[in-house]
């Protein structure tokens, strides 16, 4: 099939029409090189939403209380909805195996104090757990652990915007740090990859905020991971069972919208990869529709050639050609054409995005890249647009009747 | 090695319908050399397109070889023309991009003749028309005479039952075509079985046996004896 004299006839046709080849190779290039360019921005799209959603699990729950909305089971609309610490043992006992980390979180804002510095801050009061949750990197010392909540230990890790101001370049692990006119020994530092205000944060173990302020149980939201191992369905099919079950437990009426704030990443998530679905079918749409022009481009010129070789397609079927050799003929050099033009705009275009890529580090577009399944779905495109393109020539050249060879000119 | 009984054979052209030929009967037996004259019109190219298995014929029969030739497919018809038929033409057709031993060749690359063994075959009968020297030429440096040898070795390269000429001389100046003719009758020597469509008198008388077509049938068919065309070869 890939003879030698095959090759040379397909080259030879392209010698002769070099410039009307050359330029639509060139259409086919085009359509090749936006397409590639189109997915690559999608990617980087979607490099950047993921990168903004990673600065958190993707995992993750928040539960937030509010107010209630309607009256129910006695008690009259506008409560206030509190989380205590046996609403969350009530949910890890409820909910073994489908949750992977829990933790209360209560806010409180403190003025810290190290020698002569001092900055108001948040204070977050967490159990070990929320490391986990917050995605919190550490980069000195330690995070929160078991035996801090157990003995209400009076520790403090402090955020990196924090260390850097009160403690300028002394070390602050193992230092005290006064918050509210208390001691705390300062046990880590941190640093969050999602944001700087992140970093303006402090965390200490919940149950010694517990203790010493106000001697509660109280916590001011719910932080959790689902099960890793959960799909999307399975996610939301959890957070609205933890609804109900929550709901019931506090009271609060099944339809009522503002008494609890379930904030479920997995939604939010699966908006955006929805989202950058959607925005690569659109772009592969896009990319296809100037592809064709590539292929009606081809398809011309193979019509062109065809018609100025109707001889001697003539005097080859006199001289044996079957039908079919001719269409091979022709559907290879259609083929050859599309395949090598487009392999051209591919390349191109990947130099481009990996020239671009590494500079490219916006919120909502970051390393835009090609990846092999677009480079092998572009490569099936180029071949079966090549043989389209071919179709109607190659039908065409078939139909040449030897006849016309003996005509003399 | 040719039979024809009661060949009919029409044209249709809108509501008109030229009726080109007119029941011809007709045989050759191998080794002949045969000249089919007439003037234009006279549908002596019909009947070669016919022959030549490149046009269908409407009404009768045609043995090639004892092969009934009808209602072929394009598949089966470009078989047998690569099998049975050396065709030569009037303005030589030769595919101007391949060399003179490439050209020679394509009859049997489309047998599936592996490219060395078509380079050897092409070779030997580029040199038995006397065209050694030349085997890597392309046509267009090749005066007629020379393109027209190459065209012959073509026709001879499937080694074919028939050979079919359309007009073989008449792009050429008369030296040219005697040489040619030459060429022609010496292949015919061999026993090679040849048809030669001409207008040309002198060339009819070359060949052995003269048909003589008018308005679609056949006038006369006579033997003749042969002018050798050596004796007008310098």
Redesign the interface.
């Known amino acids: 099939m890939f ?3 095959l090759w040379s006839e397909i080259f ?1 046709s392209i010698k ?1 029409n070099k410039l009307r080849t050359f330029l639509t190779g060139f259409s086919v290039a085009w359509g090749i090189f936006i397409l590639v360019l189109l997915l690559a921005s999608v990617d980087g799209m979607k490099n950047g939403f993921t990168k903004q959603f990673n600065d958190d699990a993707t995992n993750s729950i928040f539960i937030y209380p509010g107010a209630t909305t309607k009256p129910y089971g006695g008690f009259e609309a506008g409560r206030r909805i509190q989380f205590d610490n046996e609403d969350l043992d009530y949910i890890k006992q409820s909910f073994k195996g489908y949750y992977e980390y829990i933790t209360p979180r209560f806010t409180k804002s403190v003025t810290a104090r190290y020698g002569n510095e001092t900055g108001t801050y948040s204070a977050r009061s967490v159990n070990p757990d929320h490391q986990k949750i917050e995605r919190t990197l550490i980069n000195n010392g330690r995070y929160i652990n078991e035996n801090d909540i157990k003995n209400t230990l009076k520790v403090v890790v402090i955020g990196k915007v924090v260390a850097d101001e009160l403690f300028k370049d002394e070390d602050p692990v193992g230092q005290n740090l006064i918050l509210n006119e208390l001691s705390y020994k300062v046990i880590g530092v941190f640093s969050d990859d999602g944001n700087e205000r992140e970093e303006r944060n402090m965390y200490v173990p919940v149950s010694t905020f517990q203790r010493l302020y106000g001697n509660t149980n109280q916590i001011d939201e719910i932080a959790l991971t689902y099960n890793p191992e959960f799909n999307f369905a399975e996610a939301i099919n959890f957070s609205d069972n933890l609804e109900e079950v929550l709901k019931r437990r506090l009271m609060i009426d099944p339809d009522d919208q503002g008494a609890l704030y379930m904030n479920n990443y997995a939604e939010g998530f699966s908006d955006v990869s929805n989202f950058t679905t959607m925005l690569s079918v659109i772009s592969i749409g896009i990319g296809m529709l100037i592809l064709i022009a590539g292929i009606v481009g081809i398809g011309n010129i193979l019509v062109f050639i065809i018609k100025e070789r109707t ?2 397609i003539g ?11 001719v269409i091979k003929l022709v559907l290879l050099e259609s083929v050859f054409i599309t395949s090598i033009s487009g392999l051209i705009g591919m390349i191109f275009a990947m130099g481009v995005v990996a020239a671009i890529s590494p500079i490219v580090d916006a919120p909502a577009f970051s390393n835009p890249s090609v990846d092999t399944v677009t480079v092998i779905t572009s490569t099936i495109v180029l071949i079966v647009a090549g043989l389209l393109a071919g179709l109607i020539p190659a039908i065409k050249a ?1 139909k040449v ?3 016309v ?2 005509r ?2 | 090695m040719i039979e024809i009984k009661d060949l009919h054979k029409s044209y249709h052209m809108g509501s008109n319908s030229l009726h080109v030929l007119k029941g011809i009967n007709f045989s050759v037996k191998e080794g002949e050399l045969v000249a089919i004259m007439g003037s234009s019109g006279s549908g002596k190219s019909t009947l070669l397109n016919i022959l030549g298995m490149l046009d269908n014929l409407d009404e009768g029969e045609y043995l090639l070889d004892g092969v009934p030739i009808k209602n072929l497919s394009e598949t089966k018809a470009a078989n047998y023309r690569n099998k049975f038929l050396g065709f030569i033409f009037q303005s030589f057709n030769l595919i101007n991009y391949k060399s003179a031993w490439e050209n020679v060749a394509l009859p049997l690359y489309y047998q599936g003749v592996n490219r060395k063994e078509r380079k050897e075959r092409a070779v030997k009968h580029l040199e038995s028309v006397g065209l050694g020297p030349w085997i890597d030429h392309l046509p267009s440096e090749l005066s007629g005479g020379q393109k027209q040898r190459v065209a012959i070795a073509r026709a001879l390269a499937a080694e074919p039952k028939v050979m079919l000429a359309d007009e073989p001389t008449g792009a050429l100046d008369s030296k040219t075509s005697y040489e040619v003719m030459d060429l022609i009758q010496k292949i015919n020597d061999e026993g090679k079985t040849i048809l030669v469509v001409t207008h040309e008198e002198d060339i009819a008388n070359m060949c052995k046996r003269i048909v003589h077509l008018k308005d679609g049938v056949i006038m006369e068919d006579t033997l003749v004896n042969q002018v050798r065309a050596s004796a007008h070869v310098q």
């Open positions: 003879s030698r004299d030879h002769n001889k001697e005097v080859r079927k006199a001289l044996g050609a079957k039908p079919f050799d078939a009747k030897p006849i060879a003996l003399a000119d």
